[in-house]
């Protein structure tokens, strides 16, 4: 539950803001002109507004739908991203978002309707070639559904668009909304995972890896298509024998063929969003490791980096087909 409702006026008698106060009876609303008021004042504490985040409803008025960062995403012709929502239930001390904000609290904007128009005509400018979307860059997609509804909008928006794909990126078991629904081969849900030693020590708040196995499990079940993506591999003295016990865990459970697409990369952070994080957690070992500055990216030594992906290439191989791997090289 929220500390605090933000709502701007413009907003206060939206459908889904109403909907969405509905569920929260008890929570103390405050209404505003613009989320910037709450979400951008650079007077704030993200380490304690994380711990207790209050919600903002809002109105995003531009940008609806934007191109996707260089080596985002899977093969395919055209690549786009749309956040619904600006940062995440969850707290994982490798995630860009705590470098990236101000603020910690949850923004959601509720004007579906026009990402919906902006996806529709991104898609009609590319008639005869694949188009995808993205939405779990800026927030976890599934991890707030039971608040956001946002699968119930935005999927039939997609079965209406044949040169669409929707990739929803998650760590979350949320998946029931999808389970409800009859299953769309250009939908694909793709569950992040590291390592369980990684998982316990840097994942805050996130399900266990054995209940987001069930969830990829009981969609593959239903027919929906399922990614793997396994990033970032993180490097610790165990590292190998840890992301093997991640391999074996996930195999003994999914069928590796099964697989819409398998995409593996390392840990990796711009320089703003690196100084930023260690600023905000000076004590955290993963931010005192040995790192190298390249192309403006934060990331482990070329050596380390080439021996870690190939290691994790080398024993993802012998579950999945070659066809699936997808390697990841974007730098968030």
Known sequence: ??????????????????????????TAVVEIEHYGEVFNPRTQNFRLQKRDPALILARKHRGHVLAAPAGYGL??????????????????????????????????????????????????????????????YDCDSLASEPMTRFTEHFLPL??????????????????????????????VTAFSFTDPHSHRRLEH??????????????????????????????????????FRRLLEQLFDTIDGTALHSVSLGNFRLTRDHFRQSARLYPEEPLFAQELVLHNGIVSYPEALEREMIEFCEAEL?????????????WHG
Not at 209 to 235: E, S
Not at 317 to 329: F, N, S, V
């Open 158 to 187: 997609f079965a209406t668009l044949d040169n669409a794909w929707l990739e929803l990126r998650t760590k979350s078991t949320q998946v029931r909304g999808l389970l409800r629904r009859a299953p769309q081969e250009r939908v």
């Open 75 to 136: 093969a395919g012709d055209h690549h786009y991203y749309f956040s619904h929502m600006l940062n995440c239930l969850y707290d994982c001390r490798y995630c860009f978002l705590q470098g990236m904000y101000r603020s910690a609290h949850h923004l959601v904007f509720v004007n579906y309707e026009d990402f919906a128009d902006d996806i529709r005509a991104v898609a009609a400018r590319h008639p005869g070639e694949s188009v995808w979307f993205y939405s779990g």
């Open 1 to 26: 539950m929220p500390s605090r409702i933000y709502i701007e006026s413009a907003v206060r008698e939206h459908p889904r803001s109403r909907e969405i106060l509905s569920r929260y009876p008890d």
């Open 317 to 329: 191989l012998r579950h999945i087909p070659a066809a699936t791997y997808q390697p990841c090289d």
């Open 205 to 242: 708040g996130v399900p266990p890896i054995g209940k987001r196995i069930d969830a990829m499990k009981r969609l593959l079940a239903a027919g929906w298509p399922v990614g793997l993506r396994l990033d970032p591999v993180v490097y610790h003295s165990d590292y190998q024998r840890q």
